[in-house]
């Protein structure tokens, strides 16, 4: 045994640098504890939707935030009409208090917001901004009936893409400043299926893995429920107890070769047209809803949803028993 740590020791610095970098984790956020380490937001939603972002206190008394030691759930108020005074629809935006900035984060997701007028995200923005300073990275996104997901950077200026990228996604936009076509940013659409929408929710939902470094820009992997390629490290968390992390198998992470190639990928690195140090600095992380406004608004005539957005809103709070997020585990892991 001696012998073996021993040579062990000596082997250890003629393995190179970069294949020893590794992340560990840092945060994991299951159940309850978002309701200690995450922000309600209650502001007016800056992309004027049709919703009316509540408390804490009212969100749980409401049950629009619920949690049990192993699921957290946030979600639309399906039961109430909107009066044409109010706000909006009840709903819930969070922000973590925790900021990060190289990381990988790791989404186990059972369920998203679904239906005509939502329009969902996990995303993250510069806790020290003000917007779009730091930037903003959008991790999940979409609007109405969409059945594939929506990735991307919103910066400030000289800050594009290159068309051609080592992904499976495809590119809608290569400009990611958010002051040139009416912030539309830099958007990559998933290619896998089941990434998004009514099609991700009947699979039971799936994983994200979100890598973020300068060398690397920021590169996000999407595996559906089923999918047998799934691998380990993603789909079992590191055991904890009691909030205290165990440890064990897989207490650190980093994207091997079994990950398969990244649905979107953005480079931020030294020869990459996006300087990261300019653009980018620690982020918050945030899962909100909100129903029509600057996006879901603006595409719901085409979407296949009848009528009018904010009237659809308004009027049907039944089909909003959908709209809601159920996740299993948020994990952050940071360099070590
Ligand atoms: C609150 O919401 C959760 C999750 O949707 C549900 O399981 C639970 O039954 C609800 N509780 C009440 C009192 O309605």
Request: aromatic share 12%.
């Amino acid at each position: 045994m001696r012998t073996g740590y021993a040579l062990l020791l000596s082997l250890a610095p003629l393995i190179p640098v970069s294949a020893r970098a590794h992340f560990t984790i840092k945060d994991s956020y299951v159940g309850h504890s978002f309701f200690d380490a995450w922000n309600w937001e209650s502001l007016d939603d800056p992309t004027h939707g049709r919703v009316n972002y509540v408390d804490q206190g009212f969100a749980i008394a409401q049950n629009l935030s619920y949690a049990t030691d192993s699921k957290f759930v946030m979600r639309a108020d399906d039961f109430n009409t909107v009066g044409q005074g109010d706000r909006g629809r009840n709903s819930v935006r969070i922000s973590s208090k925790n900021a990060y900035d190289e990381s990988i984060i790791v989404l186990d997701l059972q369920h998203m917001p679904e239906g005509c007028s939502t329009w969902p995200a996990f995303w993250s923005l510069s806790q020290r901004g003000p917007w779009p300073h730091g930037g903003e990275i959008d991790y999940i996104e979409g609007v109405n009936l969409a059945t594939q997901n929506l990735a991307s950077l919103h910066t400030t200026p000289q800050c594009t893409m290159p068309q051609t990228r080592l992904q499976s996604g495809n590119p809608t936009s290569l400009d990611c400043d958010a002051n040139v076509n009416y912030n539309q940013g830099c958007g990559v659409s998933f290619a896998k299926p089941a990434s998004y929408g009514t099609p991700f929710n009947a699979e039971g939902g799936g994983f994200f893995a979100i890598v973020r470094t300068k060398r690397d820009g920021v590169r996000i992997w999407f595996w559906s429920r089923n999918e047998a390629t799934v691998p380990p490290e993603i789909r079992n968390p590191p055991s904890s107890q009691g909030g205290f992390l165990l440890g064990g198998g897989n207490d650190e992470i980093y994207p091997t070769d079994s990950w398969g190639t990244p649905e979107a990928v953005f480079p931020l690195g030294k020869d990459a047209s996006c300087d990261y140090d300019s653009h980018f600095d620690p982020h918050a992380l945030v899962f909100d809803l909100t129903f029509c406004g600057d996006w879901a608004g603006s595409a719901y005539p085409t979407s296949g949803c009848g009528g009018n957005c904010n009237d659809f809103v308004d009027n049907n709070p039944s089909a909003f028993s959908d709209a809601y997020w159920e996740i299993n585990s948020l994990r952050i892991y940071t360099p070590s």
